[in-house]
């Protein structure tokens, strides 16, 4: 069985940072293309940065240069390095992991973890 358990998330004020975690089990994070997904108040989730199995990363235009995507392989766990905290940052992040070739949409997903950006 595959779970995938998110932590770090919380309360921040703007410009402030926080680091996600997600644990995997069932899984292994090294031979799966990984990703933080996030769902705002009223809006779709959407998915903000991915990490492939080879190492690539991508961010979407909001993200980049603010956040990080990056796994500890012995650990079994992807991260996710958020600095610079804006209040439309606010939403439900989740971690996912899909075999290379297959959909996002057919992803394992975490139950997610909150983060709150607000002064």
């Known amino acids: 069985q595959v779970l995938l358990s998110e932590s770090g998330g919380g309360s921040v004020q703007p410009g402030g940072s926080l680091k996600l975690s997600c644990v995997a089990s069932?899984?292994?994070?090294?031979?799966?293309?990984m990703a933080w997904f996030r769902q705002g108040p009223g809006s779709e989730g959407q998915g903000i940065a991915f990490?492939?199995?080879?190492?690539?990363?991508v961010y979407i235009n909001d993200v980049r240069g603010r956040f990080v995507i990056f796994k500890d392989n012995a650990k079994n766990t992807l991260y996710l390095q958020m600095y610079n905290l804006k209040p439309e940052d606010t939403a439900k992040y989740y971690c996912?992991?899909?075999?290379?070739?297959?959909?996002?949409?057919?992803?394992?997903r975490g139950q997610g973890t909150q983060v709150t950006v607000s002064s």
């Open positions: 996912a992991a899909k075999t290379f070739g297959s959909s996002w949409a057919l992803a394992y």
């Open positions: 990490l492939e199995s080879i190492g690539t990363e």
């Open positions: 069932g899984l292994i994070v090294s031979e799966y293309s």
